[in-house]
C-alpha cells in the first residue's frame, strides 16, 4: 500500500480476512448505529464497517493514513479525527456509542483507562489487544493474571474474551499473540465507590505488594480491625479480594476521611 508502517504508533495491520469478518460478525453493525474506530490505519476495518453503516467516525494519530483515508471517503460517509486517542473527547460523538478497533498494543492500557472515564456514553467497545492484556482484562480473582486492570475495569465494564489472533494475520507480524473482547459498560457499578479516585489509589496499592499479605499490603489505607469489620481476612493476598471488595474498603477509607475533616 506504499505505506511504511510507523513502529512509535503500533502499526501491524490486520490482513487476515478470515478475523476481519470475525470481528465485524461480533459487532454485528446496524445502519442505525454511532460507530467510532480507534486506529483506521490503511482501513482494513473501516471499508467493511462502511459497507454496513452509513456513516463512520475515526480517530488516527497518523497524519498521512488520516489524509489517505479522507481522500477515499467524503465526509459524509467518514469523519475523520486526527487526534491522539489518548486525549480525544470521546462524549463529543453523543451518546450510545459503539467503539472499535484493533488498538495500537503500546498504549492499550491508558487507553482503556482513558475510555473507562466515557463508560456512560458508550454502549460497548470491541477492541483487538495483545493476548496477554485482554487475559488480565478477563481475570477472576485469585487467577494468576487477575490485577489492577482486571479490578478497575470490571468495576466499571462486562467483559468476555471472544476468540484469538494469530500473529501471522498482521503486517508486520506482532511477537505477541492477540484476542479480541468484548466490553460493555454495567449499567451501575455495585456497589458504587464513593471516590473513584480512592478506589483507584487502594488497588493501586495493592497490587504493587501483591505478594504481601493485605495486613501488610493495604497499611496505612486500612488496619487490621476495619479489614476484619468488613469481613475480610487480613492474611488474604490483594490478589483474593472481589471487586466488591475493592470498593467496601476505598469506601470504608473514604468515610474516615469525610469523619475526620
Ligand atoms: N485498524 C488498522 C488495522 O486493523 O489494520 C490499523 C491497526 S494498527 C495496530 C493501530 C492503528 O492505530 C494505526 O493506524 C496507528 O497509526 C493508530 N494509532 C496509534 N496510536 C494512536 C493514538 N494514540 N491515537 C489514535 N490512533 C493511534
Redesign the pocket.
Known sequence: MGHVP?KR??????HDRHTIAKILDALDPRPGDRVV??????G??TRPLLERVPHLHV????RD?AARLEQEYGPERLTVHR????EFDFSLMGSNLRVV????YN?STPLLFHLARFAAGLRDLHFMLQREVVERMVSTPSGSAYGRLSVMLQYRFEMEKLFGVAPGCFRPPPKVDSAVVRMAPLAQPEPVAMDEELLAAVVTRAFTQRRKTLRNALGGVVDETELQSLGINPGLRPENLTVADYVRIANLASRRAGQAA
Open positions: 510507523r504508533f503500533g502499526q501491524h495491520f490486520l474506530e480507534i486506529g483506521p490505519g490503511l482494513a476495518l480517530v488516527e494519530i497518523d493514513l487526534a491522539d486517542a489518548l478497533g484493533n488498538l495500537p498504549v
